[in-house]
């Protein structure tokens, strides 16, 4: 992949986070790792909403937090960002967001429950990092979210917001949108008196590796993608018995 195919994957990203109400005004930011380079990262810029990211303001940025390429304004809390790439070389993407279900739920202390299939995914594996409310504007303080993250997908932030770090930009994605949904079912679930017993967790372990597989998270990234770009259905998809027929 490109630079500039990658800044593009980062603006489609932003399109769907600010689709799916996690936009938060110009709060929020989302960020992929520069093809080749694994100690620059692509990032959002400041001052702007998840559906203004352009190819001009978008800002390449390296693992102290500094900017290297780009002439917009620095996220303050780009350290979010660049500690968990410094802690996780697995990590391609990260997304942080203060979408209302989650920061509610991280309000109560309560672990996220297998509800719903996004409960199912971070059940036994969403920690939360809860030694402040302000914004992780320092590397010290950075540094401390990527060590409540440990080798986790997601990190609750306590009464702020969550971070979430893939191992691609499209499942950094698909798993914003499926947590802040999980925790919306969890709070309807606990409003309407509590859950039933709860699935075994030998019945909730297969549901959970596949709704993380690579292929589950590209499929459901392009059907965010085509939904806010406006782009067509794949032919193979819209009439998938045309190719046999002929």
Known sequence: MTNDAAVEALITAGRILEHVGQGDMIRGHVSVRVPGNDAHFLMKPHLVGFDEITQGNALTIDLDGKVVAGHARRHGEVFIHSEIYRARPDVRAVVHTHPTHLVALSATGKPMRPHCQGG???????????????LIRTRE?????ARALGPHRAVLLKSHGVAVAGTTLEEAVVLSVMLEEAARVQLLVEAAGGAAPEFPPEDIAPLRQF????????INFAYLARKVMGTPMPAALANPGAERAG
């Open 211 to 218: 709704l993380l597989s690579p292929e589950q998270c590209a």
């Open 141 to 145: 303080l950075g540094a401390a979210v």
């Open 120 to 134: 199912a995914v971070f059940a036994g594996a969403l920690p939360t990092y809860d030694d402040t409310i302000n």
